[in-house]
Nanobody
């Protein structure tokens, strides 16, 4: 089992920044690719960004490219999502997810991930 705990969400004005963190415990963190997903009210959960087990490969949804940055610190069992130039449409609950994989390729489908955090709310006001 892998336990994931997100933090760093909150309320921010449009154009502002937030940095989300996801602390993992329970298994060897470097055996897992990690992803950030989000779900807005009435919408399906969607991938925001993902990173391979060693950080050598990353993926970003088109809607966040150039604004968000995913990174990880395997020594601290933590994955981060730096969010800049936030827009009201970024408002959602953000989830951290882990997938047992040491592949270079990255999964972008929620069903491909094995473990999930409880989510953290991000609200961007206009």
């Amino acid at each position: 089992q892998v336990q994931l705990v997100e933090s760093g969400g909150g309320l921010v004005q449009a154009g502002g920044s937030l940095k989300l963190s996801c602390a993992a415990s329970g298994r060897t963190f470097s055996n897992y690719a990690m992803g950030w997903f989000r779900q807005a009210p009435g919408k399906e959960r969607e991938v925001v960004a993902a990173i391979s087990w060693n950080g050598g490969n990353t993926y970003y949804a088109d809607s966040v490219k150039g604004r968000f940055t995913i990174s990880r610190d395997n020594a601290k069992n933590t994955v981060f999502l730096q969010m800049n130039s936030l827009k009201p449409e970024d408002t959602a609950v953000y989830y951290c997810a882990a997938r047992a994989s040491r592949a270079f390729t990255i999964a972008t489908i929620a069903d491909e991930y094995d473990y999930w955090g409880q989510g953290t709310q991000v609200t961007v006001s206009s």
